[in-house]
């Protein structure tokens, strides 16, 4: 009786978590159909879509267990099954000097970052968030150390933004460095792989240059997710740490990221069936959408832009220094 009733209780925000999903990925076909490629994709608009309805009209009580779960549980479920999607063999590809090269990058934005977000006064946790997202992949990034660190929804939805504002703005202006610095299509799909946010952007940023830019570029952005996982092992530790206590095994290396890590393993020893690695892929990206309607549901915009300007300021002036990490990498391979 007690899991029924937990069913029960979680259907009301299920179902309007549901709804903004739906209402979400409407609006990506829709943008996809107008202009060919979705500059803004569904997950940013299901926070958006949730953001502003819980602003609007607030979120009734029957809602929260629902909107609860689907914004821990079914992203950590979601953040397994991307583990299928990403492969060693990317390292094996890309050749030891590009791996050091991403990897000594990524290290030193996340700090860079951190280091400029608490400068401008954000909290810690708000600055952790906005360091993973500028330095690793984005919104899934985010999304991933949220729980780690276990950070509110708030700075969740502040920091996502950003990434939403500057992914965009990055993905526009970024062809300009082909004629500007006279940059090659290999140097091109580097520079685009080490500064977009996310995959699908790489994409956008990299086809109108050349296969060679897309193909390299794609390799070294997965090179960058791969960074996810022992960052947020990381991340686990030095919580922990700052916390004052002795960090528990499950809070240095949470479920979902060994999850992920074997979902990892599974695609890169050709264990997981192909014809099952399209649905897990479009499995992990449904719930994340889902579970970011949860979350812009669990946030009041009004909370959200007491910070907005400081994040934006901070996501803007880590993203710069994104760039020159990237060109100085660019010069040493």
């Known amino acids: 009786m007690s899991s029924i009733k937990r069913i029960i209780d979680l259907g009301p925000g299920l179902t309007l978590a549901a709804l903004v999903t739906l209402l979400a990925l409407g609006i990506e076909r829709l943008e996809i159909h107008l202009l060919g490629n979705p500059l803004v994709d569904a997950l940013v608009f ?97 999304v991933a150390a949220a729980p780690v660190i276990d950070a509110r929804p708030e700075d969740v939805a502040s920091s996502i933004s ?38 699908p952007q790489v994409l956008a940023a990299t086809h109108a240059i050349g296969a060679a830019s897309v193909q390299i570029g794609t390799v070294v952005k997965l090179m960058r997710v791969l960074m996810l996982g022992p960052v947020v092992i990381l991340l686990g530790l030095w919580s922990g740490r700052t916390n004052g206590k002795r960090p528990a095994l499950r809070d240095m290396l949470p479920w979902f990221i060994i ?28 719930l994340t959408i889902l579970s970011m309607a949860a979350l812009g549901l669990s946030v009041d915009l ?20 994104l760039g020159c990490l990237s060109a100085i990498a660019l010069k040493l391979i």
Request: hydrophobic share 60%.
């Open 46 to 142: 299901a926070i958006l879509l949730g953001t502003a309805l819980h602003t609007g009209f607030g979120l009734h009580a029957r809602a929260r267990a629902g909107v609860h779960f689907a914004s821990k549980s079914l992203l950590e479920l979601a953040i397994v099954l991307l583990g299928a999607s990403i492969s060693f063999a990317t390292i094996q590809q890309a050749g030891l000097r590009l791996v050091l090269a991403v990897a000594l990058v990524v290290l030193l934005s996340l700090v860079i970052s951190y280091t400029l977000s608490r400068l401008l006064g954000l909290p810690d946790k708000l600055a952790t968030l906005v360091a993973c997202g500028n330095s690793i992949c984005g919104n899934s990034a985010i």
């Open 259 to 286: 999850g992920f890590l074997l979902m990892m393993c599974l695609g890169s020893f050709q264990l997981i069936p192909a014809a099952a690695l399209a649905p897990l892929h479009t499995a992990s990206t449904i």
């Open 162 to 199: 950003f990434t939403a504002a500057l992914g965009i703005l990055v993905v526009l202006l970024l062809p300009l460095c082909v004629t500007v610095l006279g940059l090659n299509q290999w140097q091109y799909g580097v520079a685009a792989g080490l500064t977009v946010y996310a995959v």
């Open 302 to 321: 009004r909370s959200v832009m007491t910070a907005g300007g400081r994040v934006l300021a901070a996501g803007t002036l880590s993203l710069i220094a």
